[in-house]
């Protein structure tokens, strides 16, 4: 995990709690105005879902990587509130539960797409 992301949800999940909008952030808003900055550094990463707008691009060097810039549906605030509360609900807590845990994280996340959906 990149350092920055490290460092990030070991803050967001110490807290327990949804940031919401960061106005603060020299970035904000990278997706959209209202957008929720909690997982600013996507636990699912790389999720290879397409259906929520992320996307393989290649690369320069002919390699494919996972890209987030379309991906809205982590930074609506229903979700961020709602995949926090299963991280809290699950004992998710730390990163390094995170880091332990990953093969929980695309069943957490159909499970947040499927409620979404409904
Ligand atoms: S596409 Fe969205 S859900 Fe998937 S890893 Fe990127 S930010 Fe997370």
Redesign the pocket.
Known sequence: MHPLAYEHLKRVLADGKVIGSDDTCDYYPCHFTGQDCTWCF?P????A?LQ???EWVKMKTGGFI?S?SN?L??HRPEVAAALMHEFIKLGIDSVETLQKRTEELPVI?LRLKYQAEK
Do not use: K, M, S
């Open positions: 996507c699912f990463y790389p999720c879902v929520t707008g992320g996972w987030c991906c549906w982590i996340l």
